[in-house]
């Protein structure tokens, strides 16, 4: 998939600066689902774990997706990501084609149909002024893309293809000033 394909409907993504070494954020792409004046909330959406759905959750018995890790907070709350949208109240319609929601019932409802989704555990977030300072250091780089960075490129390229889409080489990026 060529950069110029993720040309979609406009979504936030955070990738991790080269710099960000080690660790769960270490070539990082998270999904932003919220950021505003009082702190900000996303999904990671390119740490996959080696366990299928169906060990974390009874009601998946049968799913063989793996889980996936959405941030270091709250690791026990259960994020899903789909495209087919439930029409519930409790979920987030980002685009036409992405959807996301942590409603156990929600989540029920499409374990037991044959919607592609991805459980996530966990969220990453930030408190007030934190994700600010974070992206004027350059821990962060700010990109927009369409949800087939999430929906159509493979794991282990999201991050390069996020990076891509800032027509830098990630190797020349450096730290931002120190606020």
């Known amino acids: 998939m060529t950069s110029s394909s993720l040309q979609g409907p406009r979504l ?19 999904l932003l689902l919220e950021h505003d004046d009082t702190g900000a909330l996303g999904l990671l959406v390119n740490a ?11 009601l998946a018995a049968g799913r063989e997706e793996l889980a996936w890790l959405g941030g270091p907070v709250e690791p026990h709350v259960g994020w899903c990501i789909y495209s087919d949208a439930t029409g519930r109240d409790d979920e987030l319609r980002l685009s036409d ?15 037991e149909g044959e919607q592609e989704l991805m459980l996530l555990l966990g969220y990453s977030g930030w408190s007030k002024g934190q994700l600010d300072r974070e992206l004027r250091e350059g821990t ?24 891509s889409l ?14």
């Open 48 to 58: 996959q774990t080696q366990t299928p759905i169906s060990e974390l959750l009874p």
């Open 12 to 30: 936030n993504y955070l990738v991790a600066s080269p710099q960000v070494q080690g660790g769960l954020f270490e070539q990082g792409v998270i």
């Open 97 to 111: 084609r992405l959807c996301v929601t942590s409603s156990l019932d929600v989540l029920s409802r499409l374990v």
């Open 166 to 179: 800032l027509g830098v080489d990630p190797a020349k990026i450096v730290r931002g000033a120190q606020a």
């Open 140 to 163: 962060w780089l700010w990109v927009e893309a369409g949800p087939e960075l999430v929906l159509e490129v493979p794991v282990a390229d999201r991050w390069r293809q996020a990076v």
